[in-house]
């Protein structure tokens, strides 16, 4: 049982690049969320999902989109990265709404 | 909507003291509460969770954390410090106007002096 994982763990990105971020969980978890977070401002809701097939914009979805095709999966993309995106991506998961969130290792991402 | 406020983005205490780390959460009606733990290089992980059944909740690894309804407060605590304490704590409360979600405090950093 790993839990959450996620994919890559590091990635380096120049200006206009794009790329995709990796989460799976194993706990047949219904929901799934993807967060940003930066030296003191805590973790950001990115965009999130509530079941297979479903995605829901969340508190800073500008530039990102997302995907879940299947339960365990939930895609990042960064179709044109910019500096501002240089961050750490966390990806939870959880079992029930109002659930305790499992997170992943997090990807620590540069755009230069 | 919600907000939560973690005074002191930097907490120092002696090894064998009390830990005391605040949180004020906004909300006229009492929400799930949450404090959460990262340890560096990590994901966060859950050290306890408030579910109004109980006002003093205890979690994992000595900590526990008191819901005051008249402060809207949900402090963290911890008798005694241990070097191993040294992490980033985060306290979170559901959103009510969409319970799918959790939105996060800014984070203490917890240090421990030998």
């Known amino acids: 049982n790993a839990g959450v994982t996620q994919t890559p763990k590091f990635r380096v990105l120049k200006t206009g690049q794009s790329m995709t971020l990796l989460c799976a969980q194993d706990?047949?978890?219904?929901?799934m969320y993807w967060y940003r977070q930066d030296p003191g401002m805590g973790l950001r809701l990115i965009h999130y999902?509530?079941?297979?097939?479903?995605?829901a914009k969340g508190e800073v979805p500008d530039g990102y989109n997302v995907s879940r095709l299947k339960k365990q999966n939930f895609l990042l993309g960064l179709e044109s990265a910019a500096p501002s995106q240089t961050s750490v991506y966390f990806c939870a998961s959880s079992p029930v709404r109002q659930g305790i969130q499992f997170f992943g290792p997090g990807t620590r991402l540069t755009v230069l | 909507a919600q907000s939560v406020t973690q005074l002191g983005s930097h907490v120092s205490v002696s090894e064998g003291a009390l830990v005391l780390l605040r949180c004020n959460y906004s909300s006229s009606v009492p929400p799930y509460l949450f404090w959460y733990v990262q340890y560096p290089n990590q994901g966060l992980q859950l050290l306890l969770k408030y579910t109004s059944a109980a006002t003093l909740v205890k979690g994992i690894n000595g900590f526990e954390a008191e819901f005051k309804k008249s402060e809207t407060s949900f402090h963290l605590t911890k008798p005694s410090a241990h070097m191993s304490d040294a992490a980033e704590y985060f306290c979170a409360v559901t959103d009510y106007s969409s319970a799918s979600k959790i939105i996060f405090g800014s984070g203490t950093r917890l240090s421990i002096r030998p």
């Open positions: 706990m047949n978890h219904e929901y």
């Open positions: 999902s509530v079941g297979e097939g479903t995605t």
